[in-house]
């Protein structure tokens, strides 16, 4: 395998950002979509919470067919714009329509239209993460510059959390005909959420450096699991309105802790990409990819089915017009969609211009991927196992407190009683048990930074020694 002799490469600020824009914009898109769309569902559009979960599990059962083709084909092919880059754009802007038209009501009620426009959103959204993922590896070996690019990554990725948890109450009731009050409670709560990533992921850096990646793990883990307890039990010794300070610092502790330990994570992807290489020989990152998006969509089909359906177990009800903290206006949600998908695309662009892959596979290799590799990298590379893994355990439990949290501040005490106890479980006690497998899966991970850098450095070595 040819890669280039030179590649510890140290990229300036200006390609940090612009990498890391290309998860600003995924999160100012997907975000919306996790976040806010079963809520959409259930209180706007108009399907059961039941069927909104089965769809939910079925388009996840989709993408596990779709992830690996998509995998296997992005190593095997270099389009002209760039191997992994140019998903960006060709993938970014049909993207872009299906994210808008999922928030458009013109078939109200209609579960077939929902079925199309958010499969078809999975798919694309598959085409360019999966790719995107892989193009963190292509841009540089050097292990420092990674736990740079990952930090700036998840920094602009928090941005983009942030822009979409707090940003989308506030703008849907400004767009609302009535326009109403501004839910700015749920919109702190919610923002709350991504806050602490400006806080703590520059940090990480010297942070990792002072205890250790392991370490690092344990305590942010930790702490996300001590802030779901807070949230629990201030929760139910009185009402969410009267306690709100309190809810706001238990909302800011669970976050930190979610927000360091699952936004690490992204930095094992090009260790477990150099193991590969390392042992096999092939730097089969799309592949790499796409078993990790794979895992993280069984995590995501995990926990999106799980809100839905503890939901229509517990007997929620959708909050009727004009007494929702969350506008009910269908134009508003659409136009609100419109505006993150567009400003979306246009930092997949951005994003795009700014980054140059250098550390790929040589075409006299690419012929050679195949699906099988696929599974064959998976049985063989152990840390890619435990990986897999943590992403399953960190997104189930992402994806579930995500969705309901529109729920827990969406007046709360209106539900029946055993609606507030199942939307308290998906706010705090289910994800805190997920964290807690998530926990003992990562104490497996035996690549510490020592051993990738002797794993990078004989790589290297290998590839100057190789013949021109």
Same mark, same amino acid.
């Given at each position: 395998?040819?890669?280039?002799?030179?590649?510890?490469?140290?990229?300036?600020?200006?390609?940090?950002?612009?990498?890391?824009?290309?998860?600003?914009?995924?999160?100012?898109?997907?975000?919306?979509?996790?976040?806010?769309?079963?809520?959409?569902?259930? +209180?706007?559009?108009?399907? +059961?919470?039941?069927?909104?979960?089965?769809?939910?599990?079925?388009?996840?059962?989709?993408?596990?067919?779709?992830?690996?083709?998509?995998?296997?084909?992005? +190593?095997?092919?270099?389009?002209?714009?760039?191997?992994? #880059?140019?998903?960006?754009?060709?993938?970014?802007?049909?993207?872009?329509?299906?994210?808008?038209?999922?928030?458009? +009501?013109?078939?109200?009620?209609?579960?077939?239209?929902?079925?199309?426009?958010?499969?078809?959103?999975?798919?694309?959204?598959?085409?360019?993460?999966?790719?995107?993922?892989?193009?963190?590896?292509?841009?540089?070996?050097?292990?420092?510059?990674?736990?740079?690019?990952?930090?700036?990554?998840?920094?602009?990725?928090?941005?983009?959390?942030?822009?979409?948890?707090?940003?989308?109450?506030?703008?849907?009731?400004?767009?609302?005909?009535?326009?109403?009050?501004?839910?700015?409670?749920?919109?702190?709560?919610?923002?709350?959420?991504?806050?602490?990533?400006?806080?703590?992921m520059p940090l990480v850096p010297a942070i990792k450096r002072k205890v250790g990646k392991k370490n690092m793990f344990y305590i942010f883990l930790s702490v996300a699991i001590i802030g779901m307890a807070m949230l629990y039990i201030i929760s139910k010794v009185g009402t969410v309105e009267e306690n709100i300070t309190l809810v706001y610092i238990a909302q800011?502790?669970?976050?930190?802790?979610?927000?360091?330990?699952?936004?690490?994570?992204?930095?094992?992807?090009?260790?477990?990409?150099?193991?590969?290489?390392?042992?096999?020989?092939? #730097?089969?990152?799309?592949?790499?990819?796409?078993?990790?998006?794979?895992?993280?969509?069984?995590?995501?089909?995990?926990?999106?089915?799980?809100?839905?359906?503890?939901?229509?177990?517990?007997?929620?009800?959708?909050?009727?017009?004009?007494?929702?903290? *969350?506008?009910?206006?269908?134009?508003?949600?659409?136009?609100?969609?419109?505006?993150?998908? *567009?400003?979306?695309?246009?930092?997949?662009?951005?994003?795009?211009?700014?980054?140059?892959?250098?550390?790929?596979?040589?075409?006299?290799?690419?012929?050679?991927?195949?699906?099988?590799?696929?599974?064959?990298?998976?049985?063989?590379? #152990?840390? *890619?196992?435990?990986?897999?893994?943590?992403?399953?355990?960190?997104?189930?439990?992402?994806?579930?407190?995500?969705?309901?949290?529109?729920?827990?501040m969406n007046d709360l005490q209106s539900q029946p009683v055993l609606a507030q106890e199942g939307i308290r479980w998906l706010v705090c006690v289910i994800p805190a048990i997920l964290l807690g497998v998530a926990m003992f899966i990562i104490s497996k991970y035996e690549l510490t930074d020592d051993r990738i850098d002797e794993i990078n450095k004989e790589i290297?070595?290998?590839?100057?020694?190789?013949?021109?």
């Amino acid at each position: 395998m040819q890669s280039q002799s030179k590649g510890f490469y140290k990229l300036t600020w200006l390609q940090r950002i612009g990498f890391g824009s290309g998860d600003l914009a995924q999160n100012l898109i997907y975000q919306t979509i996790c976040m806010y769309l079963l809520f959409f569902y259930t +209180d706007i559009y108009g399907l +059961d919470a039941g069927s909104a979960a089965t769809m939910f599990l079925v388009v996840r059962l989709v993408d596990v067919l779709w992830d690996p083709l998509v995998g296997t084909y992005v +190593d095997k092919h270099t389009p002209r714009w760039g191997k992994y #880059r140019s998903y960006l754009v060709l993938a970014g802007i049909p993207l872009t329509g299906l994210a808008i038209l999922c928030f458009w +009501d013109g078939f109200s009620g209609s579960l077939v239209y929902a079925y199309i426009t958010y499969v078809g959103l999975s798919m694309l959204y598959t085409l360019i993460n999966v790719p995107y993922g892989a193009l963190n590896s292509s841009l540089t070996r050097d292990t420092d510059e990674i736990t740079i690019l990952t930090s700036v990554r998840m920094f602009m990725a928090n941005c983009g959390g942030l822009a979409v948890s707090a940003g989308v109450p506030i703008l849907v009731a400004i767009l609302a005909a009535p326009a109403g009050d501004i839910p700015f409670e749920m919109a702190l709560f919610m923002g709350l959420g991504s806050l602490p990533s400006f806080i703590f992921m520059p940090l990480v850096p010297a942070i990792k450096r002072k205890v250790g990646k392991k370490n690092m793990f344990y305590i942010f883990l930790s702490v996300a699991i001590i802030g779901m307890a807070m949230l629990y039990i201030i929760s139910k010794v009185g009402t969410v309105e009267e306690n709100i300070t309190l809810v706001y610092i238990a909302q800011f502790i669970k976050s930190t802790g979610v927000i360091v330990a699952t936004g690490y994570m992204w930095a094992l992807i090009p260790e477990v990409i150099s193991y590969s290489e390392y042992t096999s020989g092939k #730097r089969i990152s799309g592949i790499v990819n796409a078993l990790t998006g794979i895992f993280y969509k069984a995590g995501m089909a995990l926990g999106g089915v799980v809100p839905g359906a503890v939901l229509a177990f517990t007997g929620y009800k959708p909050t009727a017009q004009g007494e929702s903290t *969350l506008p009910n206006d269908p134009s508003a949600w659409f136009y609100a969609m419109l505006i993150y998908a *567009l400003v979306g695309l246009a930092l997949l662009i951005f994003c795009f211009t700014q980054t140059k892959e250098r550390v790929v596979m040589d075409e006299s290799n690419t012929k050679d991927v195949k699906i099988s590799d696929l599974w064959m990298e998976f049985f063989h590379n #152990r840390p *890619l196992r435990v990986v897999a893994l943590f992403f399953i355990t960190a997104f189930a439990m992402m994806s579930v407190g995500n969705a309901a949290g529109a729920y827990f501040m969406n007046d709360l005490q209106s539900q029946p009683v055993l609606a507030q106890e199942g939307i308290r479980w998906l706010v705090c006690v289910i994800p805190a048990i997920l964290l807690g497998v998530a926990m003992f899966i990562i104490s497996k991970y035996e690549l510490t930074d020592d051993r990738i850098d002797e794993i990078n450095k004989e790589i290297e070595s290998r590839s100057m020694n190789e013949p021109a």
